[in-house]
C-alpha cells in the first residue's frame, strides 16, 4: 500500500469543506449547538468568577478573619449551583443539538448513497463488491462524519481562546505576545499532529476494508474451504491481514498518545512559562501580582478548547478519509440514461429485436458480436447455447440490465434507452439463475415492486408452481423469508422468483436458466402451464432440457456469442450438427452406453 | 445468548472478554501504574505554581526572580517527566488492546469457519463478517477513547480521594458519601440508557439490512423498476434508527448535564459545611480553598467516567455477539489421537446414522449404508430427499447426531482433516471461487501444485479447448466471487481444484448442474476412464450420471428406498423408473 501524502493546506481545506457542506445543510442544530458551547465555555468563567467572589467574601472573612457567615453562606451556596444548573443546560442544548446534527447528517448521507447508486449503471455495480459499497454506506458515512461531534464544541470553546488573548492584552501587550506566541506553537503542534494522523488514518482505513474483504470472501467460499480442508490457510490469510492492521493500529494509537499527552503538557508549561515571564514583568512594574494570578487562572481554563481544537483538527483527518470513500461513490456518473417512453398497457406479447448488437465486460473480450435477432409477438424462444456462449448475457440486455456496447435492442420498435425511469419493467420481467429474496413475507417478495391483489399473488405463485410449498410454510403467504427468515430450498427459491415475474403479467418474460434447481417434471409443467396460460407473453427462456426445448416454438442457437442458427428445435436438431451435439448429449450417452453394454 | 439483565450484562461481557484474551490483560497493573505514577508527577505542576504565586509573587514587594526561575524549571522538568510516563502508559494501553483485539479477531473467524452456521445459513453471513469487524472495532474504540479515560480517570479520582482524607477527613466523608450517592444513581440511569442502547442497535441492525438489499438486490430492483420503493424503505429504516439515535443521545445529555449538577452540588455542599464546621474546629480558608482543589481534580474524572459508559454499552454488546460465538462449541473437531486411513481404496459405511438440521424436522434415522471401496455410486433423489445431507455427512461436512461415518473401517472422527481432506475430495454444487486467477483458484485445492499439475489436470478432464478460449488462459482473472465466469465454468474450475489432490474418494454434488450437457458428458466421461479403481460418490439432479454408475442409491424422504444398478432399478418399477421415465421424457430426441 502507498501512502499518498496529501498536503496540510489541502487536508484542511478539504476538511474544512465537508465541515461547511454539513453545516449549511443543517444550519438550525449548527447553530443552536454552536451557542450551546458558547453558553458552556461561558458559564466555566462565571463559575471560576463565583468561586473567586466566595472566597473574596465569605470564606476568606470567615475562615481566616473571623466573621460571621450567617448574611453570605446560602446566597453563595446558591450562587454555585445557579451556575451549575446554567452548565447543566448548556451541556444539554450544545449535546442535543450536536448530536440531532450528526445523526441526521449521517442519515441523509446514507440515503443519498443508496438513492444515488440505485440510479448507477450495472456495469458499474459489477465491478464493486457488495460488501464494500456497504461498508462505504455504513462506517465510512460514520468515519466522514466524525468531524460533527467536536465541530460545534470546538468553535464555542475558541471563543475562550480568544477571550483569553483579549483579557491578557489588556492586561500587559509583552505578555500577551508571549501568550500568543506560546498558543500559536500549540496549535502548530496539533494541526501538524493531524495531519500526520490523517495520512496515517487512510491506511488504517484501506486495511479495514481489506480484513473486511477477506472476511467476506472466506465466509461466502466457507463450503469449499472446509470441503478442502483449507481453514488453516484461510485463517492464516485473515490474521496476516489482521496483524497488519494491527501493526498500522498502534502506529497511529502510540503518535495519538504522544501528541495528546504532548499537548497538554505544553499547556502547562505556557502556564509556568507565562508565571516566569509575569514575575520579570512585576519587577519592572508593567503588572500587578494579582494580574498574574488572573492570567494564570485564565490560563489553566484554556485546557477544554485546546483539547477541543485538538480533537477538531483530528477529527478533520479521520473525516476526511472516511468521506473521501463516500464521495467516490457520489462521484461516479454512470447513470444509466432513461428516455420518456411509459409502458404500453396493450395485452399482447411484445415483438423483441436487436440489431447489430455487441457487448463486451469491461474486462476481456466481445461477449455478443454484431447479432441480429426478431422474435414476434407471443412466441416462445428457446436459446440454446454450449458453455459461457453468451446466453445469460444476451437475456440480460433484453431485459436492459445492461446497455449493448454497439447497435440496440428493441421491443415493439420502440429502443429499450427511450423507456422512463422504472417504465421497462412493466413491460418486461426478468428471472435469473440466481432467486435473490428480501427480507420480506412471502406476499411482499412476490408483489415486489408492483401492487397486486392477494389473488394475483395466489394466481401467480400457482402458475409458477409454488403455492403448493407456500401453503406448507409456517404462516403461508406472510412467512418472512431472507436473511432473517425462513430458509427455502434453491428450487423453491427459484419458484418464489418466478412467481415475482409473472404477477406483473409482462409482455416480455424471460428466464434465464431460472427452474435449473426445479426437478425436471416440475419444470416440465410449470412452463406448460406458462405457455397454456391465458398471459400474452412472450417468453425466452435459457434452457437445456430437451422437454423445455420442446417447448419453445423456436430456438436460438448461440455460440461464441453469435447466432448460429434459428429455426424450430426439427430445424435445427437435422441442420447444425453442435446444436444436436447439446442437446442430445444424454440421449446419445445413454445410446452409446447401452451399444458398450451390448459389445461387452 | 445468555439472559441476564443488560446493566450486569455490559460488566459481565467486559470481564468475559479480559478473561478470553489474555495478552488484553498482560501487564495491565504495570500500566495503570505508569498512569497512576503519571498523574501524581503532573500534580506538581499546580502546586509549583500556587507555592509561586503564593510566596514568590504575592507576598514579597521585591520578586526574586531567581527563586521563581528554579521553582519554574522543576515544574517543567516534572511536566516533562509526566509527559513520558503518561505517553507511556498511553502506549502501553494501545499495544495490549490492538495486539489483543487482533488475536480475539482472528480466533472469532476460525472459530466461524469451524461452525456450520456459514454455510447451513448463507443469508446470515453478512452479518457475521460484522462480528470480525465492527463489533471488534466498537471492542476497540472502547479500549483506545475510553479505557484511557478510566484509567487516567481512576488514578486522579484515587489520589484526590486519599489526598482529601489527609486534608480533612470529615470533609472527604461528606465527599466520599455524596460519591457513593451519585454512583447509585448513575447505575440506575445507565440501565435506561442500556435500554435505549439495545433499541438503536435493532434499528441499526434494521436499516443496515434495508441498506445491504438494497446493494445485493440491485440487479432484482433494476430487473423490476422497484427503485423508488427501495428508496422508500431504506428512507424509512434510517429516519427510525435517527429517532432511536437522537432519543438516546438525548438521554445521554441529561445523563452528562448530572455529572455538571453534581459537581456544582458537592462544592456548594463543601463550602457549606466547610464555613460553618470551619469556624470552629480552626479551619484555615488555604485548607478549604485546597480541598475545593481536589474537589474539582475528583469530579473531571467522574464526567469522564459517565462518558465511558456511554461506549461501554456499545462495546460490551460487541462482546456479547462475539462471546455468542465463540461459546457455541464447534462440531467437527480434529481428533486428539488420530487413527491413520489405511492405504489403497476405500470402502464407504454408514452405521446406524441419524441427523437432522433442526430438532422437529429428523432427516436420517438409523442409516446403514456400504459402499464397497472402487466402486461408482450414483445418489439420486427428489429435492429434499437428503442426498446432498447424505455427501455432506460422508465428506464430514457435518457429524452425525448419532451413529458412525466409517472410511476404510475408521470412523471419520477419529480421522485427522489433512489426513482425509488429502484422501478425500468433495466439490459442492455452488463451485467457490476466490478472487484471483483460474490457475490459483485450481491451486487453492493442492497449494504446492506446479504450473504441470495445473496443466495435466486440466488435460484429464479433457478441459483443455475451454481453457484455450479464456481471454488470459490459466492465467485469467475469475473476478470476485468468480463472477467474471459463468456458472457452468466455475464449476469446471471447482472440479479441477478437487481432482488435483488425486483423491482417493471422489464425492461430486451435482458438481456440473451449470454445464452444458455435451461438455458435462465429456468431462463426465473422462472422469470414467481415469477414476477406475477408485471409489467415487456422485449425487446427481441429471441421471445421465446414474446410469453410468455401477450402482445407484436412491433417496426418498430421508430414507434409502432402492438401491442396485440402472438396469435392475429400471426394471424394479418403483420411485427410480418414474424418475427415469421423467428425464428419458425431459432429453429424449423430440422428433
Redesign the interface.
Known sequence: MTTQHTSLKSMLREGGAIAVRFAKARTGSFVLAVVGAALFVAAIVA?AIV?GW??DE???P???G?ES?EDL?WP???A??A???W???A??LR??AA??LQ??V??DA??DL??H???LE?AW??RQ???T??AV???DVRQGTFILAPLPYGIGSSLLLVGTVVLILILDPWLALLAFFCLGVIVAVNMNGAWRMFNAFRDVQSL?GE??GI?????????????????D???AR??EA??R??DK??YV??M???Y???VE?LL??V???M??A???R??SGAVT?GD??TI?YLL?LLFIPIRIIGFVLWSIASSRAGWERVQDVYDVRDLVPYGDLLADSDDTGAHVSGSTVSFA?D???AVIEDLNLAIKPGRVVAIV????SGK?TLTALM?R?WDPSTGSVSIDGRDLRSFA??????EV??V??ES?L??DTVTGNIA???LASEGDVVAAAKLAGAHEFIQELPEEYDTTL????T?L????RQRIALA?ALV?KPRLLILD?AT??????V??RILERLRDSEMPSTIVIVA???????LADEVVFID?GKIVAHGT??EL?AGVPGYA??????????AE?AEEGRGA | MSSEPKGSGTIYALRRVFQETPTLRKGIFITIGFAGLGTLIQLVVPVVIQTVIDQDLLGADEVDVGSVLQKGLIALGAMFLAFLVRRQALVRLARASATGLSELRVRTFEHLHKLSILHTEAERRGALVARVTSDIASIQDFMDWGGVGLLIGVAQVVLAVVAMAIYRFDLALVVIAAVVVYTVMLVWIQRILARAHDKVRTRVAQSLGAMGEAISGLPVIRAYGAEEETRVKVADALDAQFRSEFRTALLGASLFSSAEMFAGLITAAVIGVGVVTGATSGMTAGTLLAFLFLVNLLVQPIQTLVETLNQAQSAGAGVRRILAILDTPIEIDDPDDPVLLPAGTLRIEFDDVSFHYKEDAPLFTGLDVEIAAGTRVAVVGETGSGKSTFSKLLTRIHDPISGRVLLGGVSLTDIATDDLRRRLAYVPQEGFLFDTTVADNIRYGKPDATEAEICAAITDLELDSWVAQLPAGLSTPVGERGGQLSAGERQLVALARAWIVEPDVLVLDEATSAVDPALEVQTRRAMEQLIAGRTSVTVAHRLSTAEAADEILVFDQGELVERGSHDELVAAGGVYTAMYADWVKGTQKVE
Request: a neutral charge; zero cysteines.
Open positions: 463559575s468561586i466566595v472566597t465569605l470564606i476568606v470567615v475562615l481566616d473571623g457567615y453562606l453563595a451556596m446558591w454555585v449551583v451556575v451549575a444548573l452548565k447543566a443546560a451541556v444539554i449535546r442535543t448530536s440531532f445523526f441526521r449521517q442519515a446514507r440515503h443508496i438513492e447508486m440505485l440510479k450495472l455495480y459489477q463488491s457488495t460488501g459499497l456497504l454506506s455504513d462506517t479495514r480484513v473486511s472476511a467476506h470472501e472466506s465466509f461466502d467460499g466457507a463450503l469449499t474451504i472446509k470441503a478442502l480442508g483449507r481453514i490457510f484461510e485463517t485473515f490474521q489482521s496483524e492492521l494491527r493500529l498502534i494509537l502510540e495519538m498518545a504522544t495528546r499527552v504532548g503538557g502547562s508549561a502556564t509556568v512559562i508565571v516566569i509575569g514575575a520579570l512585576i519587577n501580582p498574574i494570578v494564570a489553566s465486460y474486462e476481456g473480450g447455447g454450449p458453455t459461457a445469460s431485459a440490465l425511469r422504472s417504465a421497462l419493467p412493466g420481467a426478468y435469473s439463475q435473490f428480501f427480507d415486489f415492486g408492483v431472507g436473511e432473517r427468515g430458509s430450498s434453491g428450487g423453491q415475482r406483473r436458466d435449473s434447481a426445479v426437478d425436471p417434471s419444470e416440465a437445456y432440457r430437451t422437454s423445455s426445448i420442446a461464441d428445435h426439427h436438431t451435439r447439446i442437446v442430445e448429449a444424454y440421449a446419445e450417452d445413454a452406453r
